[in-house]
């Protein structure tokens, strides 16, 4: 079923159809069609946030130094943060019916807003090839547990440093987020709301099993803080709460994408409000005590890989005795292929409803903004299915050292700007009143380039750039105040951009 929203739909005027702006899919979404619910908008979040990245999270975090109630003090903290600019932004999208691109227009201009645009296309195309390797790594470790000789099909050949059993599942979980996206947006919400509840219990499944087996939660929860002072704490925390804010960075700028489908504004402000900071800090949680009771079953694996929920499971699901045991953990051959395709199932679906939502429905619309009557919905989302492959997403995985710093951080530096304008401009300046047909037309209010905008992004960009540079190792030394800066780079990036386009616009006011 294809969601497009004809232009008599839409309630836009006639003049609208002919304007380069417009396309079915970057309409208005009409109320008949606002049927997103409480439920809907929770399962959202619950279904985005249980993915591997996220069960990893509090292991990063422990790794770096914290305590169990550290890690997730700072989760929680960073999507109570994140979840503000999620909220504010998600309000055009529900009042006026309007995509991400669209709504970026009334502070952009209508040329201007293909700036933001293409910068969070860009990062969610890296984050979709991420998730659709890790995906593809799970389906890959699960079919060697069933079938161990599909480890060895193609002998030594690779394709750019990936396997060929890597490259045929890379590529089976390629097509199926793209047939999903094919589907058209109905389809996104009804696998959203049948995946959230699947993958919650077979979490739940296998920390009642790890914690049985193992007799109790294990040692890691009793592990102290590696910091003997508040000064050493708040050095790791500070970069730590930014790359926690920078996970959903992203989706605080194109939350828009799925309100504008909501019944109500009450409904989506208390299914996100419900559906993100409980469920990070749950699953979080969850994934920590697994880790942590893992660790008292596999006595021989070093930590570091009992992060990875996907290891765990292909222990589990082993014909040989995990390192540290003389014998397989399950002993029935039928039980272990049973927990193999169970297993295999439900890292499959979180994966696939993460990725969909968060790194292929903003693109597809970013993509569609660039020429509206060229591009569409689905042909925006092959376009980030395609970029996901080219950037080699096995080889942006190959220094996960980096994940925080460069890749988390880096990225929230660009998109924080982006949110302080919006919100600036649609809450202070515009008091979220939009004129909607003139966001269609060329030479409407919102015409053109907004220099004000563009300068205030530049401007809220340009302080992280030297931390950033040095954090990738581009730059040998830089001043200190800039090291110093680059830990907050999502704060700077709001309040700089946010404070610079409002006393710009004062200074300089459009027609508009």
Not at 176 to 189: D, E, F, K, P, Q
Not at 262 to 268: A, D, L, N, T, V
Request: proline share 7%; aromatic share 12%; glycine share 10%.
């Amino acid at each position: 079923m294809n969601e497009a929203t004809s232009l008599a739909d839409s309630g836009l005027p006639a003049d609208i159809g002919a304007s380069p702006l417009f396309n079915p899919d970057l309409a208005p979404v009409p109320n008949a069609k606002r049927v997103w619910t409480t439920y809907n908008f929770a399962a959202l979040w619950v279904s985005m946030a249980h993915c591997i990245p996220t069960y990893m999270m509090a292991g990063g975090l422990i790794a770096v130094g914290m305590n169990w109630w550290q890690a997730l003090m700072t989760i929680g903290l960073a999507n109570l943060i994140v979840l503000i600019p999620i909220l504010l932004n998600a309000h055009a999208g529900t009042r006026y019916g309007i995509p991400f691109p669209v709504y970026a227009r009334a502070a952009f201009g209508t040329k201007g807003a293909n700036v933001p645009a293409i910068l969070r296309a860009g990062v969610a195309c890296g984050w979709f090839g991420i998730q659709t390797f890790i995906g593809g790594e799970a389906v890959r470790t699960f079919i060697v547990a069933i079938w161990p000789g599909y480890a060895d099909l193609g002998g030594g050949w690779t394709f750019t440093g990936l396997s060929l059993p890597s490259a045929i599942t890379f590529g089976l979980f390629w097509a199926l987020n793209i047939l999903i996206i094919y589907r058209g947006m109905n389809a996104v919400r009804v696998f959203e709301n049948w995946a959230a509840p699947i993958v919650l219990v077979m979490a739940a499944a296998l920390l009642l099993w790890v914690v049985n087996r193992a007799g109790g939660v294990g040692p890691l929860l009793t592990q102290p803080s590696k910091f003997a002072t508040m000064g050493d704490f708040w050095k790791v925390f500070v970069p730590s709460l930014t790359g926690m804010i920078g996970f959903w960075a992203t989706l605080s700028l194109n939350i828009p994408d799925f309100t504008r489908y909501g019944r109500s504004q009450r409904e989506q402000m208390l299914g996100q409000t419900l559906g993100l900071p409980t469920t990070m800090i749950a699953f979080s949680a969850m994934g920590l005590v697994v880790t942590s009771a893992s660790s008292a079953i596999l006595t021989g694996v070093p930590v570091g890989k009992l992060w990875d929920p996907v290891y765990i499971l292909s222990q589990i699901t082993s014909g040989t005795a995990p390192m540290g045991l003389t014998e397989p953990l399950i002993a029935s051959a039928g039980l272990r292929m049973l927990i193999a395709v169970v297993a295999l199932l439900g890292v499959g679906i979180a994966t696939l409803s993460v990725n969909i939502a968060a790194n292929v429905i903003s693109p597809a619309n970013d993509f569609a903004n660039l020429a509206p009557k060229l591009i569409s919905f689905q042909t925006g989302g092959l376009i980030t299915g395609i970029f996901g492959i080219l950037i080699l997403p096995w080889k942006l995985l190959s220094s996960p050292e980096a994940y925080i710093f460069d890749w988390l951080i880096g990225y929230s530096a660009l998109l924080g700007p982006i949110a302080g304008i919006l919100i600036a401009d649609y809450w202070i300046l515009r008091k979220t009143e939009l004129d909607v047909p003139d966001l269609y037309r060329e030479n409407g209010r919102y015409a053109g380039v907004n220099p004000v905008a563009l300068l205030a992004l530049i401007l809220g960009i340009l302080p992280n750039v030297p931390g950033f540079l040095h954090s990738v190792h581009a730059l040998a030394d830089v001043p200190e105040v800039f090291a110093d800066i680059y830990p907050y780079a999502w704060f700077t990036g709001v309040f700089v951009s946010g404070a610079v386009y409002l006393l710009g616009s004062r200074a300089m006011p459009r027609a508009g």
